[in-house]
């Protein structure tokens, strides 16, 4: 399933994600839930992800999916976000780039949790710091009980040529 989401596309199928990044962080959340929907937070073991952290987010998913808090924000991330949000929910992350971004920055996530699967979203970004920007992106939930989602792993990369080229039409 695909949607469009304010100029970016969200797909529920992250088994077409062409990052390198993307899919090796995905692979090992798929192979840390084993046969469960979804792994815990204790299954993440970060030095097992050295790799990749730059491009990583760790969030909270605040009661009623009202908002989302992060806990680890990623240095390749924070610079592409023009600084690092950890502490704030998203609604005070992305309060300077207006109603819409945080809307649909929260759809994203809230999706992810409240479908307990991952998500992909990838488009422009025009709330980015320099600008017009692509990115690619996939959202992974956990659980520590296997039913509620409690935390959502996420990685991010940006300005890469697939998604600039996908990015033009939606997946099929």
């Not at 959340?29 to 952290?53: S, V």
């Not at 976000?81 to 950890?86: C, P, S, V």
């Not at 992305?94 to 307990?116: E, L, P, S, T």
């Not at 017009?132 to 040529?161: E, H, K, Q």
């Amino acid at each position: 399933m695909t949607a469009k989401l304010q100029g970016t596309s969200v797909d529920i199928c992250p088994d077409r994600l062409e990052h390198p990044t993307l899919s090796a962080i995905h692979a090992y959340w798929d192979a840390k839930r084993g046969g469960r929907a979804m792994p815990a937070r204790a299954d993440i073991n970060p030095p097992e992800l050295r790799e990749h952290l730059g491009w990583i987010i760790l969030l909270d998913v605040l009661p009623d999916l009202s908002d989302f808090r992060y806990r680890l924000v990623g240095t390749k991330v924070a610079r592409y976000f023009g600084g690092d949000g950890t502490g704030q929910t998203i609604s005070e992350a992305f309060q300077a780039f207006g109603a819409g971004a945080i809307k649909g920055v929260q759809a994203v996530h809230r999706k992810a949790a409240r479908d307990r699967v991952p998500v992909r979203a990838r488009g422009e970004a025009a709330w980015l710091a320099d600008g017009f920007d692509y990115f690619d992106s996939v959202y992974l939930p956990l659980s520590d009980d296997g039913r509620t989602v409690n935390m959502i792993l996420s990685a991010f990369v940006f300005d890469y040529a697939v998604v600039r080229a996908s990015s033009e039409s939606a997946l099929p």
